[in-house]
């Protein structure tokens, strides 16, 4: 039911910067904790950061200092901005939304956007 779309990947030199973006199908994300992820081939899914419905944060050791999540539920919105970059920061970077229901869980992806770090 809920659609993610991803923008803002790309080409960037290392020590350059980058936000990403995740628009959401629906007006408000309050109910939902979002994370993104990161993957490069032959690897699994790795967590890059997370915000939960409050407005916590947390970061994979790699990303802090560096990367900060934010959200703005009114429109919708999910950003990762992204500073300081490293060739090994190369990677398909996906946007994940979630939430519990009842003991239920709902779940969405993004379609993935790709980020090459590269001089």
């Known amino acids: 039911q809920l659609q993610l779309v991803e923008s803002g990947g790309g080409l960037v030199q290392p020590g350059g910067s980058l936000r990403l973006s995740c628009a959401a199908s629906?007006?408000?994300?309050?109910?939902?904790?979002i994370a993104w992820f990161r993957q490069v081939p032959g690897k699994e899914h790795e967590l890059v950061a997370d915000?939960?419905?409050?407005?916590?944060?947390n970061y994979a050791d790699f990303a802090k200092g560096r990367f900060t999540i934010s959200r703005d539920n009114a429109e919708g919105r999910a950003y990762l901005q992204m500073n300081s970059l490293k060739p090994e920061d190369t990677a398909v970077y996906y946007c994940?939304?979630?939430?519990?229901?009842?003991?239920?869980?709902?779940?969405?992806w993004g379609q993935g956007t790709q980020v090459t770090v590269s001089s």
């Open positions: 915000i939960n419905s409050g407005g916590g944060t």
């Open positions: 994940y939304a979630a939430a519990v229901v009842s003991g239920k869980k709902d779940d969405y």
């Open positions: 629906e007006s408000t994300l309050d109910r939902y904790a």
